[in-house]
């Protein structure tokens, strides 16, 4: 079995408890003993923003995609362009990766669509510590998760500008 329909499988599964009340966070236990993170990270982990499932019925104006499978985190990134402010009107993600891999895509993908999206100087420039603080923090050995975020945030910009030189 593929590997992204394995993922669709599972997160299904867990996306029909959430729907039964028609609200994100309602259905996600982010009960957990033993938890090391903040809250911030378990709830994006638990109830991740703006995953993507399947592309093939998202129209992205840009596509990023960093990491390796060998080293086992990898995170891509579609962003949608609104061409008149040049803002980031919509960022999905997908991830095969860990906890703070997930979390940080999803909070990258809040960050750069909320107060009617990020500008796309300004998502070029974002920086791994402003999504480790907006999580809370990471241990030290995590930090190259939110790095992640930022560099496929960074591919997909500079695809849709590669793209919109050419039309």
């Given at each position: ?136 923090g990471l241990p030290d050995r995590k ?25």
């Open positions: 079995m593929k590997l992204g329909l394995m993922f669709q499988i599972l997160f299904n599964r867990v996306n029909k408890i959430r729907m039964k009340n028609n609200n994100i966070t309602q259905g996600c236990s982010t009960d957990g003993e033993g938890w090391v993170y903040s809250q911030a990270v378990k709830l994006h982990f638990f109830c991740p923003r703006n995953i993507l499932l399947d592309e093939k019925d998202f129209d992205a104006d840009g596509y990023g995609t960093v990491g390796s499978p060998e080293c086992g985190d990898v995170l891509n990134v579609w962003i949608k362009i609104d061409k008149e402010t040049n803002r980031i009107k919509e960022c999905k993600w997908r991830t095969f990766g860990c906890a703070t891999a997930i979390a940080s895509a999803s909070m990258m993908s809040v960050m750069v669509t909320e107060n009617g999206g990020m500008d796309l100087k300004e998502a070029q420039r974002l920086k791994p510590e402003q999504i480790v603080e907006r999580l809370g930090f190259h998760c939110s790095v992640l975020g930022h560099m496929a945030l960074r591919e997909a910009v500079l695809d849709y500008l590669k793209n919109a030189k050419r039309h």
